[in-house]
């Protein structure tokens, strides 16, 4: 959903006409990202991607009906069987309800926040035949909890407006608080209730440089987070600031000038994952600067060090792997 953000804020300043369309129900399939959706324009050409492709033709008629006929939302059935599971290079067949939603109707908002890399949930209510859709965006650590659909504003007692319920809002917030991508349908009164959580990426700080840190970079690419190099505690303390809940320090410089400050502010400032590379000598070094600083037990209990998960990594780039795989246990509470 994520990548569809620049598309999207694009047609609305066009004027251009679409229907963002994602999965309501689903079976099947095998492995998927979670946040997988499609725009259509008004000529039916899909962006983005939805089961590879195999149900566009589908999705892009109904797409455009919709639209003609100025409708709110539909719900579309569609099923992948037989040959065209191969075709597709799908892992296996599977069948699904896709919402599909004028992009006129969800708000602006959502497709901001999704361009600034921020923690994000839209909770979309269905009427009772599924052919009307009310969106609205659940953002995390903004001073309204709702920012709405049609111009409201409400909060998580309040039950007019058009607004998600309380129980939707909080769900919303749950799964942002798992940092983990992806889509929930449940019943309601009047009908079911989408919420589509996309957390921040992941933003690697990565404090000092070498091969390492550029095996660090590589592996983040594949995971499609966010990477910046950092040279100077500065450098942290400007990059942390950007987006807090979504750093995750890793310190790789071994000078005491560069690694303590940005250890230290970093556990002030909360960020969910903090990692050092170093000897022994080297982290008993900055543990007793660290403590001789102010920083307390409790938080040193946060760095990470020895960094990486023990995957018995003894090359570069296996390290570079443990590092991930430790920064995305930490994330999802793992």
Request: charge should be negative; hydrophobic fraction near 40%; charged fraction near 25%.
């Amino acid at each position: 959903m994520r990548e569809l953000a620049e598309t999207a804020r694009r047609w609305a300043t066009e004027g251009r006409a679409g229907v963002l369309a994602r999965p309501l129900t689903e079976q099947g399939f095998g492995p998927r990202r979670p946040s997988d959706a499609l725009l259509i324009d008004a000529a039916g050409i899909p962006y983005g991607a939805l089961y590879r492709g195999a149900c566009d033709a589908r999705l892009a008629q109904e797409a455009t009906a919709l639209l003609a006929e100025g409708g709110d939302a539909r719900v579309c059935a569609v099923e992948v069987h037989g040959e065209r599971v191969a075709e597709a290079r799908l892992t296996c067949g599977g069948q699904a309800e896709v919402l599909l939603q004028p992009l006129t109707a969800v708000p602006a908002r959502w497709w901001q926040l999704l361009a600034e890399g921020a923690d994000a949930a839209l909770v979309t209510r269905l009427s009772g035949t599924r052919t009307r859709a009310d969106s609205t965006v659940v953002a995390a650590g903004e001073p309204g909890p709702l920012v709405g659909y049609d111009g409201y504003d409400g909060d998580e007692g309040d039950e007019g407006g058009g607004g998600p319920s309380p129980d939707a809002v909080r769900q919303a917030r749950r799964l942002l608080h798992r940092r983990r991508a992806g889509r929930e349908t449940f019943a309601a009164e009047g009908g079911p209730v989408l919420i589509e959580a996309c957390p921040a990426v992941p933003h690697l700080i990565i404090a000092g440089g070498g091969e390492l840190a550029e095996l660090l970079t590589a592996q983040a690419a594949l995971l499609d987070w966010r990477v910046s190099g950092a040279h100077t505690a500065q450098d942290v303390r400007k990059l942390i600031a950007e987006r807090p809940g979504a750093a995750c320090l890793i310190v790789l410089s071994h000078e005491p000038d560069v690694d303590v400050p940005a250890l230290r502010h970093a556990l002030g400032t909360g960020v969910p994952y903090v990692g050092a590379l170093g000897s022994r000598r080297t982290q008993a070094r900055r543990t007793a600067a660290l403590r001789e600083a102010g920083v307390s037990d409790e938080l040193l209990t946060r760095v990470h060090g020895p960094i990486g998960l023990d995957l018995g990594a003894g090359t570069p780039a296996e390290t570079a792997l443990a590092i991930c795989a430790e920064v995305l246990g930490a994330l999802r509470g793992a």
